[in-house]
């Protein structure tokens, strides 16, 4: 029995254009600056989002990484939605190589409130600083769930009010955008910073990028080689991302269809979501999720368990329609 795999959009494999693309980029030096391809995508990327300057990164999490070494100083704090990925998921990086705090901010769906953003900003002698404001769109741990963008705006008027910088981890910002029905231009405008993935719902193998003005480009570069991400001939890896650009709205609108099908078809079988999926993520409530996990395994449906109670399933490309309907069959059989 063929797996029918939901654990993530990080799971797809390159299409044959990709890899044919991969095999004939034409490629350079790209610590030099030489790699034709990869200035290809960073100008591609810089243009589409809104901003002066790209920079190609082997992940999102080292993308995010090089944003907190731009713009927070040692021993000072950054103010990030609770769930936040750079906060839940790579592994006390900010403390290690930075050297700053995270601290977070409820954040209901995703949305800090910006009045408790005010409330929360550190000025005074006996705290940290606060020197950055991060938000993610969409949030993944709270559901693949979009900030709005009144709400974005309320929350970049008060950063800037108390001198804050900014980041938007955009990892999934091809997801907001479609959702909103916004270009993601909008959804990144106003950010300091913003990263943005291609190997997640846009199926390229490898990578991100980080947007920003001109001025930080060089900072930026230099960081990266710190961080071991001075890639050579990278552009075989670029020249598959801007394939993954290629009628990347329509690639995504399907998942968000998907996963819409799929919720229907789970609460119809009895199961219970939270929340109301938004964009490529089903969060279901179970009171044992690992055990309904090796459950699933069994019909060969696979999803991740996140916590005690919580199971994500994401929808993407390498799934089609089909295998939803197949996938809601075998659950029913459970
Ligand atoms: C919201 C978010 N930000 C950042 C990342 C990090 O990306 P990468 O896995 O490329 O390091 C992920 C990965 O899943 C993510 O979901």
Redesign the pocket.
Known sequence: MRAIDFR?D?LTQPTPAMRRAMAEAEVGDDVYGEDPTVRRLEATLAELLGFEAGLFF???????QTALLLHAPRATEVLAPEG???FE??LAAPGMLAGTLVRTLPAPLGRPDPEALARAVHAGPHQAPTSLFWL?N???LAGGTVVPRETTRALLEVAQERGLRTHL?G??IWNAAVALGQPPAAVARGFDTV?V?L??GLGAPV??VLLMPESLLGEARRYRKVLGGGMRQAGVLAAAGLVALDGWERTIAADHAKARRLAEGLRALGYGLDPEPETNMVYLKTQDAPGFVRRLETVGVRALPLGSDRVRFVTHRDLSPEDVEEALSRIAGL
């Open positions: 993530s990080t082997p992940s999102g999490t080292m993308a995010n936040a990925h750079v998921f790579e993610e969409t949030h993944n981890d990892a999934r990263m993935s190997s997640k990578g991100s």
